[in-house]
């Protein structure tokens, strides 16, 4: 089993930033993916933005250039860097940590809104 501890969700203006943070802990495999997810109400879960063990990113088209996400994996931790924040990116925000496609982990959820 792997534990998942995320943090950092909040209210933010539109054009502010906020930092997500997923901590991983339990039975951790050394080849792993850990990614984010957002579901906004009435719509389906969607990928954020995914790194992997090895550093290889992928982001939706809809974050390119506004969130950053990276991971320490001494402490086995990953990072969602959110700028530029806008009100269609409100959401709530879960970490998922992938062993392969059929062995995977999800976090309990933070919630991210943006709202002047």
């Known amino acids: 089993q792997v534990q998942l501890v995320e943090s950092g969700g909040g209210l933010v203006q539109p054009g502010g930033s906020l930092r997500l943070s997923c901590a991983a802990s339990?039975?951790?495999?050394?080849?792993?993916?850990m990614g984010w997810y957002r579901q906004a109400p009435g719509k389906e879960r969607m990928l954020v933005a995914a790194i992997t063990s090895g550093g290889k990113t992928n982001y939706a088209d809809s974050v390119k250039g506004r969130f950053t996400i990276s991971r320490d994996s001494a402490k086995n931790t990953v990072y969602l860097q959110m700028n530029s924040l806008k009100p269609e990116d409100a959401a709530v925000y879960y970490c998922?940590?992938?062993?392969?496609?059929?062995?995977?982990?999800w976090g309990q959820g933070t919630q991210v809104t943006v709202s002047s």
């Open positions: 998922k940590y992938s062993i392969s496609l059929l062995r995977y982990y």
């Open positions: 339990g039975s951790i495999f050394s080849v792993n993916t």
